[in-house]
Every structure is written in structure tokens, then in C-alpha cells.
């Protein structure tokens, strides 16, 4: 019944909303009054703990006294306790020694009870265990975080104890000024006259906003029926068949709903709330078959970008050859190539174009096929690259550049013809030295300037050398903590690649940087190559 009738749903709601208003009222008296209490029984212990410090004697605790005096001293200080627990109110006060260890245990110089405590106090020397972590972590922070006092509230204290409250303040050894934190004073009051209290108020409290809700509700119920439950019914029924049908309604709400105030605007917002909803499915519409296209053109552009990559791997006696690009996008700017430029030349290519996307893939494609075509025609790394930036630089409004390392290497000596244009430092192998990063020299990137030369520079692969050549995507990968994965750490993976194929060592070293980067987005296209150089003799 109630679900199906608005009527008593908004009074149910308005009854909600009252019951819940009470009940905020309530709770918030009770947590003042709760505070306001406890903090008057938190005074009272530390004025009650502080004067109970003020009469011991500090010799007492440091064994300068003995005997005779020691006794008379001893009981002094036991009546005088006993009084002040008497005169206010204090169930237990007493001087204890924790355990510095662990603070698991507590040695008891002194205890007294107020006359009416009905349980036993602990004699001088008793050793007790630790009652829980939060006596001990209030133990610990007094005698070595230097805190000056300690208050725990037991709401639900055990049979014994009951609901109290216990307070703590350091005592030191030695004159009353100086010395370290050896001792803990505490007083201990029960707190059961506050449980009475504070039930009385919650019962009081709870009669009176049952009356003022069953009054309100009465005025309340004749009101809502008058007002507000017909144009409410209207407006639900036609926001129902709305979401039914996702048509024109034959007779707008405004027609039959003419009152000025909120409901009103309700039905007018509603049907506005229509035409805007209806003129938005068209448009959605419109726009999803529009992503749909762009993402298949995407899709195709890809799988272009993908075959314009060397797939096929020689397989020849004199160097192994991999190479693998995971680009950021759909598309991206990186690539790799290797080609034979004549029968004793094996011509390596990394690249990276700056920007993302369509027009760095574009940019790619353009940088591609200028590298090799012009690499086949002969000469060396610097002319190469040269005659390509003049190239790119005709016509390059979009200002995109492309950083280059390119290598020539003689298959039948070893030796390697280079120019860095601007890019990632290469890693060398060094048969039995393991793996180091070839600080090369670098012109600038391809595409910034026209008219700039490459410089050039030599080094020599013996059998058994490798060769690693990589894009930023490596070096630059970031986690979720804003690191960068760095060369150091890609030497140090490459290290762990010994006696590995080509084709395994970048494997080992996806998934190096992945396990790096975790969880975090990969913002750059990772492009790597590896060669290893065998040589003619084998």
C-alpha cells in the first residue's frame, strides 16, 4: 500500500524527515551533555591526580630514604591518599612503574581505594600484567614522547571495573623539577551516575518529539491531500510514459497544470526537460555514428601504420634481428626500420616523431619512406639524414620534427657508421663486459632547421656483440608515483638478458617496463630493436 500510494509516501517521508530531525537533536544533546559531563570528570581526576602528586616525596621513589622513616613516610602519604579519594569522589589512586620493554606489564608502588570501592588494592611491589594497547600505548607516549597527561574512557568496563574514567600524569624520579619519567600517577572515578543521566535525557527527549511528530503529521496529512498529491500523480504519469515511449506527449503538462508555484514549474520543466531530451537523442544519434566511422578510419589507419613496419626478420648467419613497436594511441609517431642497403650493408633505423596521432603517424610515414629511399641510393648516416631534413622542412607548417638514429653496419668487418639525430643514446654489448649505454653524439632532430648537417661517428661489433636501440618510450615510462624508468634501470634489465635470442630480449624488456609503470597509463609509443652480431665466421 504504501509503495503504490504517494500520499503516504510523502507523509511517510515527511514522517522520516521529522523522526530523523529528532533524532540528529537528540544524539547532538546527548554527545554535549556526554562531553560536557566527561570533561568535568577528566577535571576533576586531574585536580584530583595533581594534588595526589604534590605529596609524595620524591626521596621515596629514589630509595634515599629507609627504615623507619621510610615506613612512617610510606603511610603518610597512604592516609593522605586515602583522604583525598574520600573527599573527591576518586575510586582508585594509585603510583605505578611500567615496564619500559615492551610496557606490557606495571609495578605498583602505591594503591588506595575510596571507602566505598569494593575491590582490593594492589600492595607495593605487585607486578600486574598491562590491561590492553591502550593503557600501553598511553604508557608509552608519557614516558618517551614526553606527554603530560593521559585520559581513558572505559564505556564498557568489565564486571569489576564498570564504566569509569582514568586519568594519568608523569612522576619523576629525583628532585620535583628534573629527572626522567620512571613513574605514573593515576586516578581512576566511576562514571555511572553519567549512564543514568544521560538515559534519563534520551527518554525524555524521545516522548516529546513523538508528541510534536503525531501534531505536525495531522495538519500536515490535510494539507499535502489538497495541494499537492493530483498534479504530483499527473506529472509521475507522464514522466512514466515519457521514458516508455520517447515521444511528443498529445497535450503538454502546462495545459492541465496551471498553479504558479513549484509544481507548476515542475510541469513546465518537465516538458521542457522532453523537447531538450528528444533533440538529444537525435543528436547523440548522430554523433555515435560519426565516432563509429572516425574509430574505424582509426582502425584502418593502424593497420596501415603496422604493415609500413618490417615484419619479416632475416635470418642470416652474420647478425639476429628483432625489432617490436607498441605505439600510445591507436596511431602513433614511432618507427623502426632495417634493410640491406647493398649486399655487404645492413642500414638500422629507430625513429620518433614528436606529437600523437594521426598527423605524427603521417609525419611517420613521410619520415619512413624518405630515410630508406634515400639510404638505398648510397652514402653515408650524415648525407643521408641531411638530404632528408630538406626534404621535411619543405612545407612542415605543423612544425613536427622526428628524432633519428641511424646506422650502417658492415656485416663482413663489424663496423658501424652512425648519426644521432637528437634521439635515445644506444646500448652496446660487449662479449663477456655486459651491456653499457653508448653516449653518442647527437646533431639536432630531423625536420628543425634546413640547410644542418649530421655528424658522424665509427665503432666496431665483434661476434658475439649486441646491439639495442630504443625510442623514449622506455626511458621516459612513468609509474603511478611519477617515476621515470630511466637508463639505468633499462641497463640493468638488459643485463638480465644474458645468453637470450633477439626476439627474447625485448620480451624481457616489455615486460621489464611494464612491470615498472604497473597500473599507470602508457603515454608514449615504446619502439625497440635489437641486433646481435655474429660476424663472417660463424
Known sequence: MLRKNLALQIIAGFVLVIAVLAVFVCVTGYREFTTSAETQYEDCAYNTARTAATMIVPELLTGEIAGAEYQMRFKMLNDEWGRLANTQDATFIYLIRPDKTDYNHIEFFLSVMNSSAHYDRYPSGYVRQTSNDEYRNAYREICENGKSKATIFRDKGDSETGHHITVMIPVKAGSRNSGKVDWILCVQRQMERLNFYRKSYVRHVA????????????????????????????????????????????????????????????????????????????????????????????????????????????????????????????????????????????????????????????????????????????????????????????????????????????????????????????????????????????????????????REYEFDLNAGDCLYIYTDGVAEATNSSEELYGTDRMIDALNETSGMNAENVLLSMKKAVDGFTGDAPQFDDITMLMLKFHGKGE
Open 207 to 454: 516522548i516529546a518529539a513523538a508528541v510534536i511528530v503525531g501534531f505536525v503529521l495531522i495538519v500536515y496529512g490535510v494539507y499535502l491531500g489538497r495541494v499537492l498529491i493530483v498534479p504530483v500523480k499527473r506529472i509521475a504519469a507522464e514522466a512514466r510514459r515519457f521514458a516508455a515511449e520517447h515521444t511528443k506527449p498529445i497535450s503538454p503538462l502546462q495545459h492541465h497544470i496551471t498553479a504558479k508555484n513549484e509544481i507548476g514549474q515542475l510541469a513546465l520543466t518537465v516538458d521542457a526537460m522532453e523537447h531538450e531530451v528528444l533533440s538529444y537523442i537525435d543528436s547523440i544519434t548522430r554523433i555515435t555514428q560519426e565516432k563509429e566511422q572516425i574509430k574505424a578510419e582509426l582502425n584502418i589507419a593502424a593497420e596501415i601504420q603496422a604493415s609500413m613496419l618490417p615484419r619479416e626478420f632475416p635470418q642470416r648467419k652474420e647478425f639476429e634481428l628483432f625489432a617490436s613497436m607498441t605505439p600510445a594511441k591507436e596511431v602513433g609517431g614511432d618507427f623502426y626500420d632495417f634493410f640491406m642497403a647493398d649486399e655487404n650493408h645492413l642500414a638500422l633505423v629507430i625513429a620518433d616523431v614528436s606529437g600523437k596521432g594521426v598527423p605524427a603517424s603521417l609525419f611517420m610515414a613521410i619520415s619512413k619512406a624518405l630515410i630508406k629511399n634515400r639510404a638505398l641510393m648510397g652514402g653515408s648516416p650524415g648525407e643521408i639524414l641531411a638530404d632528408v631534413n630538406n626534404h621535411l622542412c619543405e612545407g612542415n607548417e605543423a612544425g613536427l620534427f622526428v628524432t633519428v638514429w641511424l646506422g650502417i653496419v658492415d656485416i663482413d668487418t663489424g663496423k658501424v657508421n652512425a648519426a644521432n639525430a637528437g634521439h635515445e643514446y644506444p646500448a652496446i654489448y660487449r662479449n663477456g663486459d655486459g651491456w653499457l649505454l653508448m653516449k653518442d653524439k647527437h646533431s639536432p632532430a630531423v625536420a628543425t632547421m634546413e640547410g644542418m648537417k649530421f
